[in-house]
């Protein structure tokens, strides 16, 4: 199984901020990895796909880059409204595995 | 506008049983493949099936393998997760995706087994 550990666990930051989240695959997946936004209380929401393709509609503060082992969403400059957990997701293989979560918080 | 609705959670005792809709509109569900994840209380996201389309293929996480099953029925625009021998570790909020991919969720639903 490939495992996707994901860093930080919990970051603190505030508005304006330039804020990086990372995935780190256990072994290679192409660029066979999603970004997703998860608000308290609602489902998930996909912001990129493909590791680097934005979802249409989501802000273009919102960038992802990588492929192969190493991964990073990058938000330009934090937003109230960005304050949410994150998770990355690789698709490359069966099982399906998310990584843990990163929890983005208002310093 | 792509919606899908999940539905069927509720409180089951540890080795019951549970099946979970999830009603697709606004896309073409019988061209795309479609998956569920849960999510425990306070924790993370969990892949849990995946099938593609017409049903030809179907995959499971370890966790559940054996016990539920992932079906679908393309003429009702209806993806379907058979829940079997459930236990307390199975509580979690239910989504369906779009995609193999997640692309678009559901709401969700709420399964909680206990005693």
């Known amino acids: 199984d490939i495992q996707m550990t994901q860093s930080p666990s919990s970051l603190s930051a505030s508005v304006g901020d330039r804020v990086t989240v990372t995935c780190r695959a256990s072994q290679g997946i192409r660029n066979d990895l999603g970004w997703y936004q998860q608000k308290p209380g609602k489902a998930p929401k996909r912001l990129i796909y493909?590791?680097?393709t934005l979802e249409s509609g989501v802000p273009s503060r919102f960038s992802g880059s990588g492929s192969g082992t190493e991964f990073t969403l990058t938000i330009s400059s934090l937003q109230p409204e960005d304050f949410a957990t994150y998770y990355c997701?690789?698709?490359?293989?069966?099982?399906?595995?998310f990584g843990q979560g990163t929890k983005l918080e208002i310093k | 506008e792509v919606q899908l609705l999940e539905s069927g959670g509720g409180l089951v005792q540890p080795g019951g049983s549970l099946r979970l809709p999830c009603a697709a509109s606004?896309?073409?569900?019988?061209?795309?493949?479609m998956t569920w994840v849960r999510q425990a209380p306070g924790k993370g996201l969990e892949w849990v099936s995946s099938i593609t389309t017409g049903g030809g293929s179907t995959y499971y996480a370890d966790s559940v393998k054996g016990r539920f099953t992932i079906f679908r029925d393309d003429s009702k625009n209806t993806l379907y997760l058979q829940m079997n021998s459930l236990r307390a570790e199975d509580t979690a909020v239910y989504y369906c995706?779009?995609?193999?991919?997640?692309?678009?969720w559901g709401q969700g639903t709420t399964v909680t087994v206990s005693s």
């Open positions: 493909e590791a680097s």
């Open positions: 995706a779009k995609g193999g991919w997640m692309e678009v």
């Open positions: 606004g896309f073409a569900f019988s061209s795309n493949d």
């Open positions: 997701l690789q698709h490359n293989s069966f099982p399906y595995t």
